[in-house]
C-alpha cells in the first residue's frame, strides 16, 4: 500500500525519478546528494511507502509515479475495521449504501466517506487504532480531505443488525436518516420502500424509477 511522503522523501523520490526513471540504480548513485544516515533513512521509507522497490542488495529502482499515486487510492478502510475488533455499524449515507446494496453510492475514488457509528468509551481505541493503520478519520464532521476516510460517530449504545455481512444500523433508523435528508436520499427511501416494504415519503415516479433496481 503506498503511503504518503515527507517533503524531503518527495524530493529525493523526484530527483531519482528524473534522473534514473525505472532503471536500477545503488547508494554510490546518489550517496553525494545526502549524508548516509540520512539518505538510509530516507531510501528505507521510500521503500517501506510504496514508492521505490528492492532489486537487489543495495540496489533500487523507482515505482512509476502513475503507478505509486493511484495505489495512494488503494480502498482499505473496511478491512481495516473488519480487523479493529472494536463494537462498530455503519450510519448515515454509509448505511444507506448497504441497506440499498450499493444502488446507491455516496463515495468516489476520490472523496470516499465511512460514516461509523462507535461506542463513545471506545472512542479512545478507535482514535488509537486507525492512527496505528495510518487511517484518516474525523469525529462526527469530516474535514478537507481527499481519498478513503472514516467518520466517528460516538454514541452511548448502538443496535447492530447485519446486512451482506456488513454491520449496520437498524433500517428504520436509515429510513429516519434518509426522510431527514430527502433532497438528497429521495432514490433511496424509493428503493428502501420497494425492496422491504417499508412507507416512506418517496414520489409515485421515485418508486417506479426505483422498481428498475430490484
Given amino acids: 500500500m503506498t503511503k504518503s511522503l515527507t517533503g524531503q522523501e518527495f524530493s529525493l523520490y523526484s530527483l531519482l525519478f528524473l534522473k534514473f526513471g525505472s532503471k536500477q540504480f545503488g547508494l554510490d548513485s ?19 511507502s510504496g514508492w521505490l522497490k528492492r532489486a ?12 505509486a499515486v493511484s495505489a495512494l487510492f488503494e480502498p482499505k478502510v473496511e478491512k481495516t475495521l473488519q480487523e479493529s475488533k472494536l463494537s462498530y455499524c455503519f450510519t448515515k449515507a454509509s448505511a444507506a449504501e448497504v441497506w440499498s446494496n450499493e444502488t446507491y453510492i455516496q463515495r468516489s475514488w476520490e472523496y470516499s466517506p465511512f460514516f461509523v457509528k462507535v461506542l463513545r468509551k471506545e472512542l479512545g481505541k478507535w482514535k488509537q487504532f486507525l492512527d496505528s493503520r495510518e487511517v484518516k478519520f474525523f469525529v462526527k464532521k469530516p474535514s478537507n480531505t481527499i481519498g478513503e476516510f472514516v467518520v466517528l460517530v460516538p454514541v452511548a449504545s448502538m443496535k447492530i443488525d447485519f446486512h451482506d455481512r456488513k454491520p449496520v444500523e437498524a433500517l428504520q433508523e436509515t429510513i429516519a436518516f434518509c426522510e431527514a435528508n430527502k433532497d438528497s436520499f429521495e432514490y433511496v427511501l424509493a428503493y428502501l420502500s420497494n425492496k422491504y416494504k417499508k412507507k416512506t415519503s418517496a414520489s409515485k415516479e421515485m418508486l417506479i424509477k426505483a422498481r428498475e433496481a430490484l
Fill in 30 to 48: 546518489v550517496r553525494w546528494y545526502f549524508s548516509k544516515q540520512t539518505l538510509k533513512k530516507l531510501i528505507f521509507n521510500l521503500v517501506k
Fill in 56 to 67: 537487489g542488495r543495495g540496489v533500487y529502482a523507482c515505482i512509476a509515479p502513475r503507478e
